[in-house]
């Protein structure tokens, strides 16, 4: 029988995978340098101390993009570790550090990284759609991080930066980019008043009418219609439901049609006109005599720079949503990740960019 070490290394390279990752060990000989001393021979399709073979480990980290790691490793019969281990090192090598080269658009949103008020920030190019940056946490030091990489040369170029009302978020922009105008969008801000407004509202008159059970559960019971955008109710049903609660109440009826108004200020492309709608707006709003709309009114002219921003600036971070929206999807998949920077290296992975 032939001993391994005599087959040439076409016969090598010809075997199942599985079959040469096998023979590692008895292939790779150690050789003793006059000049060096102890090594072992290099070989082209192996790395060094790596203990699988480079076509094994390309073919793992093929397969671990668009297949879970348990999946992967028992399709192989590798170590769960070892497959995590050769697709976080082939993530490190294709991806390598960030590049920051003409990037001026910014687009900046926190996601839930697990349970108990865990949380990480991404960092998006919002003119190619490519994740710059996944950090944990989302407080001002933690974001930092990232301004911290951009560098001052990289900074000076931004020129636009789209997010939430976010403190941590604002104040770092303004620190490090000074030049660059902030954009408040339309999403969190409309989220905002839904919660500070409508529902707030909602609840105080079910409240109210305690007494009267049949308005109280029709109130209590609207939630999500009040929520909702009017065009994604699911059905006639819906509708109807929806237009007895609004003719049933009054404050809701106006908080409603305010928020829809709300949402036009971020249809304008002139400021003067933005800001003219925002002066009608807010004249009804006090006018309401409705408390949480009147103390929401007050509270959002602190931002009015930011919203009206969008005029020059149309950045919307409904690319964010959908980025967020996919990061849960790689969650379930992998049945949460153990490691936070494998973690954020399939994230930067999976949003490549268009450009």
Avoid at 14 to 28: E, K, Q, S
Avoid at 54 to 71: E, F, G, H, T, Y
Avoid at 187 to 209: C, P
């Amino acid at each position: 029988m032939r001993s391994v070490h005599d087959w040439t290394e076409r016969e090598i390279r010809d075997l199942p995978i599985l079959d040469a990752d096998t023979v590692l060990h008895l292939w790779r000989c150690r050789v003793a340098c006059p000049r060096c001393g102890p090594r072992l021979e290099a070989l082209d399709w192996l790395e060094p101390y790596a203990r699988v073979t480079k076509r094994l480990a390309s073919s793992v980290a093929r397969l671990c993009k668009v297949m879970p790691i348990k999946q992967v490793a028992a399709f192989y019969d590798l170590h769960w570790s070892t497959v995590k281990a050769i697709d976080k090192a082939h993530l490190e090598n294709e991806l390598g550090a960030p590049d920051f080269t003409g990037v001026e658009l910014l687009l900046i949103d926190e996601f839930a990284l697990r349970k108990g008020h865990r949380y990480a920030t991404v960092v998006v190019d919002a003119a190619t759609k490519r994740v710059l940056w996944v950090g944990k946490g989302r407080s001002r030091e933690e974001v930092r991080v990232f301004f911290d990489l951009l560098g001052k040369e990289g900074c000076a170029r931004i020129k636009a930066v789209g997010m939430d009302m976010s403190h941590a978020f604002r104040a770092e922009v303004q620190m490090h980019c000074p030049q660059a105008e902030i954009v408040y969008d339309l999403f969190h801000v409309v989220a905002k008043y839904g919660k500070e407004v409508v529902d707030a509202i909602r609840v105080a008159e079910a409240n109210r009418i305690r007494h009267d059970r049949a308005g109280r559960k029709l109130i209590k019971g609207a939630k999500w219609l009040l929520l909702r955008n009017k065009a994604n109710l699911p059905d006639r049903e819906s509708h109807v439901r929806l237009k007895e609660v609004l003719e049933a109440n009054q404050a809701l009826m106006t908080a409603y049609v305010l928020k829809d108004d709300l949402k036009q200020l971020w249809t304008y492309r002139r400021e003067g006109w933005a800001r003219r709608a925002w002066e009608g707006w807010l004249a009804r709003a006090q006018e309401s005599g409705i408390k949480p709309l009147i103390h929401f009114a007050k509270r959002l002219t602190v931002y009015l720079p930011g919203i009206l921003a969008h005029c020059r600036w149309p950045l919307h971070t409904s690319l964010l949503e959908g980025i967020n929206n996919k990061i849960k999807v790689l969650k379930r998949t992998a049945y949460g990740y153990r490691d936070d920077a494998y973690f954020f290296l399939k994230i930067r992975s999976a949003f490549p960019g268009n450009a």
